[in-house]
């Protein structure tokens, strides 16, 4: 058996940025909307992809955000939050809540669970949780989160690959 072949790439070390970020961008992974509630009682929500299941018993995943996000008070103020993963159809959805705007939900279906937080409209699935722990690790805080309630809807998931967005095609 022969060794697997690999297209002749120049190693690039990790103090360039710019490199880094393309090679991470290799790893494709699903989109969520990550959404709590802020101090004064306003909606929070942002896109994120660093979301990952860490533990079956007890039930518990991942997530990570920049430090410096206008989002972070929120989520260190408030120890629930829910993971919207959103269904193929919801591109614009993800492109509202990575921009910048005043009001992200303004416009987009949701309701609020028991403790008024949102829960997306048309997601492929909602995780509903509580924060257990928050590590600062390099420019970002990782938060570990107890699942307390989980709803999935028979839709494919929306997916991220270098930059760009994508549906799956077909199963293998």
């Known amino acids: 058996m022969s060794a697997p072949t690999q297209a002749a790439a ?19 992974t699903g989109v969520t909307v990550v959404t709590t509630v ?11 992809n660093s979301f990952s299941a860490l533990s ?9 955000l920049r430090e410096t996000s206008p989002s ?19 591109v614009e959805v993800s492109r509202r809540f990575a921009t910048p705007v005043p009001d992200k939900f303004d416009g ?19 995780f509903e949780c509580r924060t257990v722990a928050r590590h600062g690790a ?12 989980f709803t999935a809807a028979e839709q494919a998931p929306l997916v991220f690959h270098g930059g760009r967005y994508f549906a799956l095609g077909s199963r293998l």
């Open 10 to 28: 120049t190693p690039a070390g990790p103090a360039d940025p710019r490199a880094l970020r393309t090679a991470l961008g290799q790893f494709a």
């Open 38 to 48: 802020a101090a004064d009682r306003g909606l929070v929500g942002l896109t994120a």
């Open 56 to 64: 079956l018993d007890p039930p518990l995943v991942l997530w990570s």
């Open 72 to 90: 972070m008070p929120a989520f260190r103020g408030e120890d629930r939050f829910v993971v919207n993963v959103l269904a193929e159809a919801q």
């Open 108 to 126: 987009i279906a949701h309701a609020l669970n028991e403790h008024g937080l949102p829960l997306l409209h048309g997601a492929a699935a909602w």
């Open 138 to 149: 390099g420019d970002h805080v990782l938060f570990i989160a107890a699942v307390e309630r």
